[in-house]
């Protein structure tokens, strides 16, 4: 189950479970595509465990749109929340998220597409 959501930075906290790796050289060029108005189309992705009136938003995918916007002075951010009840569904994330990025590959397509 998930919900879309648009969330202030305040409320929202890196997943170092899933994606452990830094935020590398890949800010600037996004930085300038939102200069030029181009926004990225992909919503970050994040996951949370609600526990009786908490829940922390966990982002796993994303956190360098967020970063480039945090640089421009945005604050609020659009977010895919995964709800999970246990760690067989954090495990499950973590498996699809390696495979989007290894097996699946995420694909450039030229304009003519």
Do not use: Y
Not at 32 to 58: K, T
Not at 91 to 97: E, G, M, S
């Amino acid at each position: 189950m998930f919900f879309f959501i648009t969330l202030s930075v305040e409320n929202l906290f890196h997943d170092e479970r899933i994606n452990p790796g830094a935020i590398g050289s890949r800010i600037r060029g996004l930085i300038e595509e939102f200069l030029h108005g181009h926004p990225q189309l992909h919503v970050g992705l994040a996951w949370s465990r609600v526990e009786g009136s908490e829940a922390e938003i966990r982002v796993f995918d994303g956190q360098h749109k967020i970063a480039a916007k945090l640089l421009l002075c945005i604050r609020e951010f659009p977010l895919r929340v995964f709800i999970v009840n246990s760690e067989k569904d954090i495990d499950l994330l973590l498996v699809t998220n390696t495979r989007a990025g290894t097996v699946l590959r995420q694909v450039a397509f030229d304009m003519s597409v």
